[in-house]
Every structure is written in structure tokens, then in C-alpha cells.
């Protein structure tokens, strides 16, 4: 795999989506960009729009979604809900039934420290739309990710992966009590353990997958979350308005979406992948020296994420093949 070794990009935490698709060309290609029509996946969908790509965004409220978007020539809006395997089913088969190769695909859409729900297979819902979801999308979408001969494919994650990583033993919370940080941050884990697994497997197909922190952003994603809860979070100032500091990790959406889409485009990275990425670049793995910065060791091991390729394929009954 891909050692966790930055490689000087040449961007870092202030850089923008747009200033890292400058003199990019993606005509021609094809992008899918789950929660693009809002926050981060929105900013991400515009930056590949100006460099030239076709974006699908799939979305459980497409009216609301095309509303959002606003006319954004090149993007079309279909349905699709991560939570119901039928309909993720549906949109990639409708995808790939129309012929045209995928080259880029973001997983940018989540969920975040929700109430204790389950879908209806009975497992934890962060866990189920954050990962199980992609999983069942990225793998709907295979043949048309093989067919673009060089597909990126690109899993937000999160620094709150630093919370916790993967209980296997109870992943839905079961036996131990509901934590709704816990779960979070086993869910962010997995969208890096994923990136890792699917690169493997991809590799021989010219399909390469990162993962990565877009930074602390306040977006519709905190929904779930009360005023004390933000407040607690010190991202906003004395007017209530989120503090912008990069160097801290406290961006604007327009810097936030900038790791996603240069994992998604940057020749640099050509050759590369199974990595966790944050300020456009490859990031370190988590020490007591690099302080909140980098990928914790459980999100970057190999075995754990061979072991939860095998534990996704039972509870999806989808692989690669």
C-alpha cells in the first residue's frame, strides 16, 4: 500500500477547490458526487463543473437537491437514497446501464452524531448510510469505474475518526451502550478502512481510492447537534460566526472541499492510492508529536480493513469479482 508520506503538493490548508482544479481539464468525464447538491459536496460538484466534467448527483430529495444547484450546466440530479439498498441498487444500475464510464467518484454524503437509529437491516444507522451505503455504491458502480481506464474513487472522511475505531465484535451497539460519538467516529474509521481495500482491489483496473479530512466546517451535517453542543466545539466567534483558521483545521467550505477534489484530479497522486489524505496532501499517521493531525494507526492497518471488506460483503452480499 501506499506509505502515509506527504509528497508536497504544492496546496495546503488555505488552498481552495477551484485554485486546486486551475488548468485542470475533465472534459469528457464523467463525476458522481453523493451529497453534491449541499456543504462540501456542493462546492465539490462546482469545482468539477468548472473544469469540465458531467456531475450526477444522487439524492434522496432530488427536487430540493436541483433547487440547491441552481441550473449548474452539466449537473443532473437522479434519486437515490444511501440508507435503502434498493435504491442505491437502482441509481448504479441505471448508471452503468447507460453506458458511459465513471471516472471520478466522491463519497461525500454522511451522516452525523444522530439519535440511536437503525435501517432495515437492524444495523446502526451512522455506520449503515456512511459506509455500508458507499460500499454499495462504489461496488453498483464497478463496471462503469472499470471502464473509465484510470477512476478515482474518494471517501470523506473525518478527523472524528480519532474518536474511535472499528468495534467488530459489536459494530451496531448491541451490548455496549449508544454513543452517538462512538459511532461516529467507527463510521469515519471505516470510510478510510474502505478507501484502503477498494485501492487493492482496484489497482490492477487503473482505479485508484484515498480518503481524507476536509477540516472542521459547520454545514447542514450538525443538524443533530444543539447550540451547546456547537458552542462547546469553540468554532465560532463572539457574533456567532465560524471562525475561519485554517492552519487550525477551521476552513470555509470553499477550502473544506479543496482535499476531496485534489484527491479526485491531481496528477501527483497518479500511481498512488489506499490513502488518508487532509490539506491536499497525504497526511501522517497520528502520533503524540503531530497532535489532532493525521490518520490514527486503526484507520490505516490493513488487516482491519481486509476484515471489514469480509464483514461488508456478508451484510451486503456484494464483491467485486
Known sequence: ??????????????????????????????AIVTGGASGLGLETTRALLH????????????????????????ATVDAMDLADPQSVA?????????????????????????????DADGHEAQFATNHLGHFRLTLGLWPALVAAGGARVVSVSSRGHQISG???????????PYDKWVAYGQSKTANALFAMALDRRGRSHAIRAFSLHPGQILTDLA??????EIASFDALDEAGRPII???????????????????????????LGGVYCEDCDIAVVNSARTGRKGVSPWACDPE??????????????????
Do not use: Y
Not at 91 to 109: D, K, R, T
Not at 167 to 176: L, Y
Not at 223 to 228: F, G, I, K, P, T
Open 90 to 118: 437502482a441509481f448504479a444500475a441505471h448508471v452503468v446501464s447507460a453506458g458511459q464510464p465513471v471516472s471520478i467518484l466522491v463519497n461525500s454524503a454522511g451522516i452525523m452524531a444522530t439519535p440511536e437509529t437503525r
Open 166 to 176: 472499528i468495534d467488530f465484535e459489536d459494530i451496531d451497539f448491541r451490548v455496549r
Open 245 to 271: 483558521d485554517p492552519a487550525r483545521g477551521m476552513k470555509t467550505v470553499e477550502q473544506g472541499a479543496a482535499t476531496s477534489v485534489w484527491c479526485a484530479t491531481n496528477q501527483r497522486v497518479d500511481g
Open 51 to 74: 473544469a469540465g466534467a458531467e456531475v450526477i448527483v444522487p439524492a434522496r430529495s432530488p427536487e430540493r437537491a436541483r433547487k440547491a444547484l441552481g441550473g449548474l450546466a452539466g
Open 223 to 228: 443538524r443533530h447537534l444543539s447550540a451547546e
Open 304 to 321: 482491519s480493513a481486509e476484515r471489514l471488506w469480509r464483514l461488508s460483503i456478508a451484510w451486503t452480499g456484494l464483491d467485486i469479482v
Open 1 to 30: 500500500m501506499t506509505q502515509q508520506t506527504p509528497i508536497g503538493s504544492g496546496f495546503g490548508a488555505a488552498s481552495t477547490a477551484m485554485e486546486v482544479v486551475s488548468g485542470i481539464d475533465l472534459s469528457r468525464k464523467l
